[in-house]
């Protein structure tokens, strides 16, 4: 049995009046695929009182929501420092659930927030589940009793270097010399992803794991930690979002982790800042019997109208001369095909 899936990065619908312009342009290429999976960086609600203290991106539901629809997009991670506030969650899935569209990532409390997104298609079940490592320490984790969202603890060290740690680097022997950042998940929020993981290989045919993180345009030791851990755990695939433009890609034990998917849609950013023609990129991951047969990925981008598009990739040669140098020894293999870009093991 063959199954086509899309992943996508960051959908941010804030300041979107017509609900036909966000996915306009890539509506069929995305109807067309099996199932599709992307962040969703925005509440679906329109909170009474807003403070800068919630960062939240909130979004007319009834507009956001008919975007959703038409969008072609099956299931949605709400794992995010945006979905921020007991109110705007609930609101925001409440809303969800009206139009029919899968979620995971948030809930009524810890088990709900936990529990995976399942879409059913031609005979085979994709299960995702998403965590974000990026939100706030106030009010904004879901508990066993309270709302909120499921993440993944990490945690920061600096480290004072005892030697030169690069060319051209002055030695640790003067005042000044900057320290070297060490990150790493916590191993207790680790050890339940992977039970969660590992709990929903034998229910499903197919599993996303989908992780909020990222502080620049090179992964972290703490998001290495976790892309392997899920895959130790049973997940078929790994996808990053957070930072918003592409992040390199790895292949770990025959399985692809794209560590950064960038933005598919993102109309307006915090203090209004605006995201057109910032770039994404589109995976496509085909499955025969549940087991990854191929995988590429196109870039994308938005126009003036913040209406997506997918890109020529001769109009991206810089993009994937980037992405290219930067998944040094990660073990993926990039090969341009036409306006594709196929992804392989080395």
Partial sequence: MTLRLILAGDVNLMNVTDATTPFRRVAAELHAADAVFANLECCLHLPSRRSHATEGFFVDPQIGGEALRLSGIRAVGIANNVNYGAENIAASIKRLDQIGLAHTGAGANLAAARAPAIIARNGLRIAAVQRSSVYWPTNHEAAPDSPGI??????TAYQVPIGRVAPGMPPPNRPGVPPI????????YLDEFSKDIAALRPQADIVVASCHWGLGREPLQYMTDIAHAA????ADVVMGHGPHYPLPIEVYNGRPIFYGLGNLTFSTSHIGRKHAGWIGMLVDVTFERGAVAGCHFRFVRSDEASSSYVCRLADETETLADLTARRNKLGAALKPEGDRVQVMAQ
């Fill in 231 to 234: 895959i130790d755990a049973g």
């Fill in 150 to 155: 499921a993440v993944m603890r990490g945690h």
């Fill in 181 to 188: 950042v060490v990150t790493w998940a916590d191993a207790a």
